[in-house]
């Protein structure tokens, strides 16, 4: 995907980029409003030393979406907000001349610790200052995650666990026998107790992700009985699909939102007053 159309306001626009563990996932801003959202692959290495000689976004996005259309545009090359969970990333994305990494202290949450992810960080911040705290945030990527915060924009704490790909590729690549089920392989809610190995794979990840999830969703509303619940990430849409057939009561007021981050960053971009972004 690559962004779809061009704003017609250029002067304060800004990139944003979160470095997840399978993808690279892009926000293109202007001023304060999220203009256009998409995801790419991982890029190599040789293509982000390049970035460095950019004069333009024009010449940036180029780089980046090679296939892509070309903004026909002439920019000064614009600020790149970057938040990264994979250390060895961030430091290539620093050959950028306007990059700025936004970090744990960044964050105005109350209570981290240390090694708080800064992508659940991000998305618990954009979400409680979007529909308000109480808000726990469940993040169905490459690592499942649950974060959570009070009243008083506190982290409550979290969970942490694999996700509903790297589950299947694990069972996939760590034993001697089974296959590697892949995620397209099923549109509905698989079969409870199936008669074959694919088909029980299917419904040992999916039930108990869906159970887990809806275990964490009732012993987060019993501590927090006016509590919100946001999902996000790249399985949110198959596990919202299921959680709704299968719990429909406790998928009824998600919000669904993969831009979580992004409003995140938002926050922190414009809450700060002497940055030149805005
Ligand atoms: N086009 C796609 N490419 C890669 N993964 C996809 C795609 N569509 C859905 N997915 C699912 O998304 C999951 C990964 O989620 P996501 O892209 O949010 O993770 P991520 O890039 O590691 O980000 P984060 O580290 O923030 O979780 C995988 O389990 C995969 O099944
Ligand atoms: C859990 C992941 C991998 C989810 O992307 C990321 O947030 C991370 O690396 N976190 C660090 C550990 C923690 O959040 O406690
Ligand atoms: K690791």
Redesign the pocket.
């Known amino acids: 995907m690559k962004p779809h159309k061009h704003p017609e306001h250029t002067d304060n626009i800004w990139l944003a980029l979160e470095i997840?563990?399978s993808r690279l996932h892009w926000a293109l801003f202007v001023g304060e409003t999220l203009y256009s959202a998409w995801d790419t692959g991982h890029l190599p290495e040789s293509v982000i030393q390049h970035l460095a000689e950019c004069q333009t976004l024009n010449d940036l996005l180029e780089k980046i979406f090679p296939q892509g259309e070309s903004l026909t545009d002439i920019l000064p090359l614009c600020p790149l907000l970057v938040a990264s969970?994979v250390p060895s990333q961030t430091a290539i994305w620093q050959t950028y001349p306007n990059t700025r990494v936004i970090t744990l202290d960044q964050v105005s949450l109350k209570g981290v610790?240390p090694?708080?992810?800064?992508?659940?960080a991000l998305a618990l911040w954009g979400a409680g200052k979007t529909w308000g705290f109480p808000m726990l945030v469940i993040?169905a990527?490459?690592?499942l995650?649950f974060t959570a915060a009070d009243a008083n924009e506190c982290l409550v704490g979290g969970a942490?666990l694999l996700g509903l790909g790297l589950q299947f590729a694990t069972l996939g690549q760590q034993t001697g026998q089974l296959p590697l089920v892949e995620m397209q392989d099923f549109v509905s809610l698989p079969p409870r107790f199936p008669l074959n190995t694919t088909g029980a794979i299917q419904s040992g990840v999916v039930y108990t992700i869906l159970a887990g999830i809806k275990d964490f969703i009732e012993a987060w509303l019993q501590l927090f009985p006016n509590g919100k619940i946001a999902m996000k990430g790249g399985d949110r849409t198959l596990l919202l699909n299921y959680l709704r057939t299968l719990y429909p009561k406790i998928a009824a007021p998600l919000i669904v939102e993969p831009n979580l981050i992004f409003l995140g960053m938002r926050e922190i971009v414009m809450g700060d007053s002497t940055d030149e972004i805005k």
Do not use: C, K, P, S
């Open positions: 997840g563990n969970v610790y090694t708080l992810g800064i992508d659940r993040d990527g490459t690592a995650t942490i």
